[in-house]
């Protein structure tokens, strides 16, 4: 049995149906389980992980947890981690690609696992093609305002993320490994605008904003000054140095990363 933690987010989801489809026995982990809707013979249980007691039903008998952290902050992680390591032999996570001195709990919940009697994996994905649905909004009215147009990034498909999340939870090949995972070329910013308008048929426009006034955005949004400044500074570092990518998809899977073209038509839907 493999927990799914974070079942209905984009990358949860896709795990559940290629873990389904690839025969394993799953339980999806959700807050709302009348509002879930996964592939036939899934087990839903209710349960958050801000809440570590409504956790142990959903551990019973599982082998494995994909874990997927909620938000920006994981106040809970330590009583999560513990409470996993008393049912569970291992552990996916999915974590980012982040320094070693990044202020990101990703970093914390990292050390919690390795401290743990838990085989773990972590997937260090770089950037999710998926934070551009944040822009669908504007893209209907035909123009992007944001900060770094000539920022470029290796935008990874949650398709992959949850490949790669797959392989580590279904053997023990990736077990001590942190793949750093990325989409199989560099796209700048403006140029992912320009790849989303042609995918739903209209011409959408960049429109650069000032990186102070992202940062104040991005703070509103996040509750936290520090790491939106430190956001928008990642961001505005990908001008000069774009983001790196990698072959772990390809190689971890057998198949290539799909594209920022071949994202984009998979969710043209969600920007029309």
């Known amino acids: ?24 026995q ?4 959700v807050r709302n389980p009348a509002k879930a809707a996964f592939p036939e013979g899934v087990e839903v249980v209710k349960g958050d992980l801000t809440d570590p007691s409504s956790l142990a039903p959903a551990l019973e008998g599982v082998e494995k947890v994909f874990l997927i952290w909620p938000g920006f902050a994981a106040e809970t992680a330590a009583k999560v981690v513990d409470l996993v390591a008393e049912h569970a032999r291992g552990i996916v996570y999915l974590s980012a690609n982040l320094p070693e001195d990044s202020t990101m709990f990703h970093k914390d919940v990292e050390r919690l696992i390795q401290a743990s009697p838990l085989e773990w994996t972590f997937l260090r994905p770089g950037g999710f093609a998926a934070n551009t649905l944040g822009w669908a909004e504007q893209v209907r009215g035909g123009s992007v305002r944001w900060v770094y147009g000539a920022g470029a990034r290796s935008l990874i498909h949650e398709a ?26 560099t796209v700048t910013q403006a140029e992912q605008v320009r790849i989303i308008g042609a995918a739903v048929g209209r011409e959408v426009r960049w429109e650069e904003m000032p990186p102070e006034e992202a940062v104040a955005e991005m703070a509103a949004m996040w509750g936290d000054p520090d790491l939106a400044r430190e956001a928008v500074e990642a961001w505005g570092e990908f001008v000069t140095a774009p983001e790196k990518v990698t072959d772990a998809v390809e190689r971890l899977t057998g198949r290539p990363a799909r594209s920022f073209e071949e994202w984009a038509a998979d969710h043209a839907a969600d920007f029309r």
Not at 15 to 24: D, I, K, P, R
Not at 26 to 29: C, G, P, Y
Not at 160 to 185: F, R, T, Y
């Open 26 to 29: 799953v339980r999806a982990l």
């Open 1 to 24: 049995m493999i927990l799914v933690t974070g079942a209905t987010g984009n990358v949860g989801r896709q795990a559940v149906s290629q873990l389904v489809a690839a025969g394993a």
């Open 160 to 185: 992959d993320i949850a490949a790669v999340a797959v392989k580590a939870l279904l053997s023990d090949e990736l077990v001590g490994q942190a793949p750093v995972l990325s989409g199989p070329a």
